[in-house]
């Protein structure tokens, strides 16, 4: 009933900016713009965890970009899936290499949230993002599908306040591919996909269950990356560029005041 609800809320109840409340309208130009108007981009938590694929983030997760995905995700603002779909589709483009693609379809196996966490919100966030993702990498030219083959296996602690080592600890053994779906991630090329990355606890679980799952039947023949919505700031690898303003900016604080020296 909960998310029956939530689907025809937005076709009767008034709409406004997921990003910063403008009214009339569910994304407006510069959250939309700050959301997928830019090209994805390499991310790495620090630290990073061993077995971490390589992730690709299309925005960094601050201002409008945090308050869209916690509309879409708490508080179910179900029209914010498309241009969300939007932005983690450029996302698993840049995860994913022309050469590196091979045969088949780019399968999107999203990251599985906590069965009490999706009873709670009444829709699984990730999975609609996905489907989403995917209907725009299609309209776009790119074959895809979405691949939801993990699940838990076991209970987890809530998240919040652990440190980057706890949440490893947390979550290592707790997600497993279902019977069946090794078989299926032959079919394609594996991308990962979740909502956010902090520590990169989540994505290096879900690897390990996809190779684990992989291996069983041709090892090492699996080829795996991720793609996120949005990472911390920070966790974005500095460009050229970035460099060279930051070495710009060390000269201009070391440069002496009126010919003396810098103390």
Partial sequence: MRGWWREISGLVLPVACGGCGTPRTPLCEDCARALYGTAARRARPVPEPAGLPAVHAAAPYADAVRAVLLAHKERGALGLARPLGVALAGAVRGSVSSADRGTGPLLLVPVPSARRAVRARGHDAVRRMALAAAGELRRTGTEARVLPVLRQRREVADQSGLTARMRVENLTG??????????????????????????GASLTEAARALRAASGLRFPGLLQLSAAVVAVPPLSFEKTGTDRELASLQVVREEKPLNGGTRW
């Fill in 174 to 199: 707790a997600l497993e591919v279902a019977a069946g779906g090794g078989r299926l991630l032959e079919g394609g090329r594996a991308v990962l996909v979740d909502d956010l990355m902090t520590t």
